[in-house]
């Protein structure tokens, strides 16, 4: 129910972020950064440069279908 996403489509709020070979995800928030677990801090912003630069593996949207009966399959 998902599909890879590129371009400035990619810091659209909501898209998924993947990390650390799929360990590790979040939600972008901005173009800046992105939210995510934390076992340190709980639920944090971090930003997109720095640490996890190169820790990223991939965006993703969620594809939601309209129709909630299509969910239940």
Do not use: C, Q
């Not at 995510?36 to 820790?55: L, M, V």
């Amino acid at each position: 129910m998902s599909e890879p996403v590129s371009g400035d489509e990619r810091f659209r709020f909501g898209t998924l972020v993947f990390m650390n070979d799929l360990g590790h995800m979040g939600i972008v928030a901005d173009a800046n950064g992105f939210y995510h677990a934390s076992s340190s801090k709980g639920i944090t912003y971090s930003r997109f440069d720095g640490y996890w630069a190169n820790r990223i593996v991939g965006f993703r949207k969620l594809n939601l279908s309209s129709n909630p009966a299509d969910l239940e399959r």
